[in-house]
């Protein structure tokens, strides 16, 4: 038996013993979905690379590392990853903790761009954590933006101020002998989005445009 079942509309209805609830988003790069495990009634997020994508080794490494990165630091600032495997189709998938928040990009957005220094102070202090222990781990996210930033309950407080880093999709996972820039870098590749680059990154990034290397979501 194939470890999925597939709808009529071509989206899978079950992957593993996750049942697939709804969509969730769509991207260029494939499709989130919510799921649950009916056997332990475990809510799950899982994200779905397109099949076309399948042929594409560099883009599957980009997927499994991001399944990977989050599981080397295991920190409670740090989306949870439960399986990473791949469909009969060639689809890669990542099944995940199901986040019920929202984005610190929606956040701002609904603020009028201004938030209260305390919580700026709170989210900071997160952030702070959950990176310094990734790069304790040798991992560096290079994609850091709103975007990539959950807000969720707080188990202590019940608000919904609680951080959890996403995507490292675009993180260096340095690996036992690995160089500087780590095995997933090429020479001169600038990785992230232009808008939320350190200054460093963006003028390295008008000598990578020159030579079509930089990469973004």
Known sequence: M????????????KIGAYKIVRLLGKGGMGNVY?????????RAAIKVLHPHFAENPQ????????????NIVKHRCLVDVYEFGQLDDGAAY?????LDGETLHERLWHAGGRLPVELVIRYGRQIAL?????????????????ANIMLVE???????????????????????????????????????????????????ARLALLSGTVCGP
């Open 94 to 98: 990542i099944i995940m903790e199901f």
């Open 2 to 13: 194939p470890d999925h079942a597939s709808t009529n509309a071509g989206a899978p209805s």
């Open 59 to 70: 883009v599957v490494q980009r997927f499994l590392n991001e399944a990977r990165a989050v």
């Open 34 to 42: 919510e799921a649950v495990n009916e056997q332990i009634q475990r």
């Open 154 to 204: 707080d188990p202590e407080t019940g608000s919904k101020d609680w951080i959890k880093v996403l995507d490292f999709g675009l993180a260096r996972v340095r690996e036992p002998g690995d160089g500087e820039e780590g095995r997933l870098t090429q020479t001169g590749m600038v990785m992230g989005t232009p808008s939320y680059m350190s200054p460093e990154q963006v003028r390295s």
């Open 130 to 146: 959950a990176l310094a222990a990734a790069h304790a781990k040798g991992i560096i996210h290079r994609d850091l933006k709103p």
